[in-house]
């Protein structure tokens, strides 16, 4: 890859886009989105510990939940800090190297969070569906097999996409038309026609997306189907309509984005700010707000701690 960066490129670094162009408006954006991110790190932080410490919560559900917000941490620190720091700077720039990172970085995460939610919409099927043989089909080996297959397609497809990437001559404009590197406003900057390079990315990126939400809402209409109970219809449709906004949520960008070729569209820095920053941040709130155990696990935790902190003090 080394070599790559050496013999194709001669631009050493990207300028990066302004959310706003008033020192004003960078100053309360900076405020807000320092606040989103904090909000961020302690929401997902909060459900990996409280999934992870209590003992009512070690199920197969709450184990993909525990990884959803660990990827909801990642995603968000992917471009959040950088973006940030440009705040507070008048002049926006990031290296070659440091942008093809997170390039990776962000699909790599990215498409490993897409995969896992394809996960927990399997477990929830299982669960409604099969409830009698959910102990045995999603016992805890399957359920790490089934996490570290979502971060190997995720790592498979971000590879892809930054190979792609990698292989572009960039010798003339470096101003990348965003706050972050993603494929399509760095592609456009390419010094060669990226027609075929564009339909590869659309093809694995589009594919990828559109095929996992598919899945997603065919899985939940089964459920839906199957179920003849007024109250099992309640509990199912709880918890569906918890999955399908932090679905939709996650694939609305990335389908809106990704399904056709780059250069006849350019991407709402709007839409790039909800799927990045603010998609991260609402997970946790979502799963929590809707959910009596995580709620509960929550509060045994503070009370435990509180009352360690009591014992210390005496």
Not at 179 to 206: H, Q, R, W
């Amino acid at each position: 890859m080394e070599q790559l960066w050496r013999n194709q490129t001669p631009v050493g670094k990207f300028l990066l886009a302004a959310l706003s162009p008033t020192p004003q408006s960078q100053a309360a954006l900076f405020a807000v989105f320092l606040l989103v991110y904090v909000s961020t790190l302690v929401g997902n932080t909060l459900i990996m510990v409280t999934v992870s410490s209590d003992p009512c919560l070690r199920t197969p559900m709450y184990f993909l939940l525990g990884n959803l917000s660990f990827l909801d941490l990642c995603y968000s620190t992917v471009t959040a800090p950088k973006m940030l720091l440009d705040f507070l700077s008048e002049r926006r720039s990031i290296s070659y190297q440091a942008c093809m990172a997170q390039l990776f970085f962000l699909h790599f995460v990215g498409g490993a969070e897409m995969f896992l939610l394809t996960v927990m919409a399997y477990d929830r099927y299982v669960a409604i569906c099969k409830p009698l043989h959910y102990p045995s089909i999603m016992n805890r080996t399957l359920c790490s097999w089934m996490v570290a297959a979502s971060w190997a397609g995720g790592f498979i497809h971000s590879m892809v996409q930054t190979i792609l990437t990698m292989r572009l001559p960039f010798c003339g404009p470096n101003w990348v038309d965003n706050f972050f590197c993603d494929v399509p406003p760095v592609i456009k900057l390419a010094c060669t026609n990226t027609y075929v390079v564009e339909l590869l990315m659309v093809s694995n990126s589009g594919l990828i997306s559109t095929s996992c939400f598919i899945i997603l809402v065919a899985s939940y209409i089964t459920i839906l189907v199957r179920i003849r109970s007024p109250e099992g219809w309640r509990k199912a449709l709880s918890t569906c309509a918890t999955h399908l906004t932090v679905v939709t949520l996650s694939f609305g960008p990335c389908i809106f984005i990704y399904t056709w070729p780059f250069s006849i569209f350019s991407v709402d820095k709007l839409v790039s700010v909800l799927y990045n920053i603010i998609t991260p941040m609402l997970n946790p709130l979502i799963y929590t707000l809707r959910n009596k155990e995580v709620k509960s696990a929550m509060k045994r935790l503070r009370t435990k701690g509180i009352t360690s902190r009591g014992k210390v003090t005496v």
